[in-house]
């Protein structure tokens, strides 16, 4: 799971907000800008919530990397005998049906499985479920030494530094679109607000489809949580299609950019709001997507294309743009709209 960089903390001694770069910060060599005591539960918290979504999101991204790496189409592989509670010796079985060239010796040496065959043979290998393989995979990490100082070339950034960085970033961007003619939207950020789904306006935008294919709503005590846990300030009116439906299909796909020289960008669906964080670091560390922000809607390209809420310029607290990142091309980010809501007003229904 990728965090912030740097990451907000209150110091759990003397309650001073500030913020620490990453790296040190979760090997407890960060010290509180104000008492200057070592940090140590932030960066425990930290630690444990990435080996949590790392185990959650382990089986399906074997699954999906397997299938990659030896050109399996999951349609030949049964969906319901696939799962965490699989077997890998049940796993290569069911490839093997589908690709009779595939042996257990090249799943058995698979890269996801380098962690775990650090620790067992080959015949405990198989005999393990995805589930196991996953918690294998991610071990918990030894505390460090109690006695450990932190390092003094560590500096937390002041909370009214970072939002001075932040304001000189917005000004520049602003003055940047005012030459090149591009507008500038000079919206107040608002605090995450809840609208009842049933009057709002948006109802419409979700593809219609049987109501037991539709994704949940989720509850506004799940979007405050889930937001809590991100780390970044979501646009209004994201959040109030999330009360609608958790992500799913839209009615509308289709962006179309340049009138004289129009160029097309097609989105599939949106993420679940819930699965973002772990949809989000999986492909940062299994494909290499850069680090920008919150990867929000897939695009017809397995993988190969994203759209993101990009926090390059405004930081977490602020108003993202929408890009389009395009990894087969070195992973370009072309800006959809400089907001969300001129995103969704973008869309065009796809007649092909």
Same mark, same amino acid.
């Given at each position: 799971?990728?965090?912030?960089?740097?990451?907000?903390?209150?110091?759990?001694?003397?309650?001073?907000?500030?913020?620490?770069?990453?790296?040190?910060?979760?090997?407890?060599?960060?010290?509180?800008?104000?008492?200057?005591?070592?940090?140590?539960?932030?960066?425990?918290?930290?630690?444990?919530?990435?080996? #949590?979504?790392?185990?959650?999101?382990?089986?399906?991204?074997?699954?999906?990397?397997?299938?990659?790496?030896? &050109?399996?189409? $999951?349609?030949?592989?049964?969906?319901?005998?696939?799962?965490?509670?699989?077997?890998?010796?049940?796993?290569?079985?069911?490839?093997?049906?589908?690709?009779?060239? @595939?042996?257990?010796?090249?799943?058995?040496?698979?890269?996801?499985?380098?962690?775990?065959?650090?620790?067992?043979?080959?015949?405990?290998?198989?005999?393990?479920?995805?589930?196991? $393989?996953?918690?294998?995979? +991610?071990?918990?990490?030894?505390?460090?030494?109690?006695?450990?100082?932190?390092?003094?070339?560590?500096?937390?950034?002041?909370?009214?530094?970072?939002?001075?960085? +932040?304001?000189?970033?917005?000004?520049?961007?602003?003055?940047?679109?005012? $030459?090149?003619?591009?507008?500038?939207?000079?919206?107040?950020?608002?605090?995450?607000?809840?609208? &009842?789904?049933?009057?709002?306006?948006?109802?419409?935008?979700?593809?219609?489809?049987?109501?037991?294919?539709?994704?949940?709503?989720?509850?506004?005590?799940?979007?405050?949580?889930?937001?809590?846990?991100?780390?970044? #300030?979501?646009?209004?009116?994201?959040?109030?299609?999330?009360? @609608?439906?958790?992500?799913?299909?839209?009615?509308?796909?289709?962006?179309?950019?340049?009138?004289?020289?129009?160029?097309?960008?097609?989105?599939?669906?949106?993420?679940?709001?819930?699965?973002?964080?772990?949809?989000?670091?999986?492909?940062?560390?299994?494909?290499?997507?850069?680090?920008?922000?919150?990867?929000?809607?897939?695009?017809?390209?397995?993988? +190969?294309?994203?759209?993101?809420?990009?926090?390059?310029?405004?930081?977490?607290?602020?108003?993202?743009?929408?890009? +389009?990142?395009?990894?087969?091309? &070195?992973?370009?980010?072309?800006?959809?709209?400089?907001?969300?809501?001129?995103?969704?007003?973008?869309?065009?229904?796809?007649?092909?």
């Amino acid at each position: 799971m990728q965090f912030i960089d740097p990451f907000p903390v209150k110091c759990e001694f003397c309650q001073h907000l500030a913020y620490y770069p990453l790296t040190p910060l979760k090997a407890e060599k960060a010290a509180c800008t104000a008492c200057k005591k070592v940090l140590r539960q932030t960066p425990r918290n930290l630690r444990s919530s990435s080996r #949590k979504h790392g185990i959650q999101v382990w089986p399906s991204a074997f699954i999906f990397e397997a299938m990659m790496k030896f &050109d399996v189409d $999951l349609d030949l592989v049964c969906e319901d005998e696939l799962n965490q509670d699989t077997t890998l010796s049940a796993f290569i079985k069911l490839f093997q049906q589908a690709k009779l060239s @595939i042996s257990p010796h090249d799943i058995l040496n698979f890269d996801m499985l380098d962690t775990a065959r650090s620790t067992c043979g080959d015949e405990q290998l198989l005999a393990l479920t995805l589930k196991e $393989l996953a918690l294998i995979s +991610h071990p918990e990490e030894p505390l460090p030494d109690a006695n450990s100082l932190a390092d003094p070339n560590v500096k937390g950034i002041e909370t009214y530094e970072l939002k001075a960085k +932040h304001e000189k970033r917005r000004i520049a961007r602003q003055a940047q679109d005012t $030459l090149t003619g591009r507008t500038f939207y000079e919206s107040p950020l608002v605090d995450v607000e809840m609208n &009842d789904p049933v009057t709002n306006k948006r109802a419409a935008f979700w593809e219609k489809v049987p109501n037991e294919e539709k994704n949940k709503p989720l509850t506004e005590e799940d979007i405050q949580n889930t937001v809590r846990n991100l780390g970044y #300030k979501l646009p209004t009116l994201y959040i109030q299609l999330m009360t @609608i439906q958790n992500g799913g299909y839209p009615q509308n796909t289709l962006i179309q950019l340049d009138n004289e020289k129009p160029t097309n960008y097609s989105i599939s669906k949106f993420i679940e709001l819930d699965s973002i964080e772990a949809e989000g670091e999986y492909m940062r560390n299994e494909w290499g997507y850069p680090d920008i922000g919150l990867y929000i809607c897939d695009c017809p390209s397995a993988g +190969h294309h994203l759209v993101a809420l990009d926090y390059t310029d405004c930081g977490p607290e602020g108003e993202p743009t929408v890009v +389009h990142v395009d990894q087969e091309n &070195d992973f370009k980010k072309t800006i959809l709209a400089t907001n969300f809501e001129q995103f969704i007003n973008q869309l065009e229904y796809d007649e092909d």
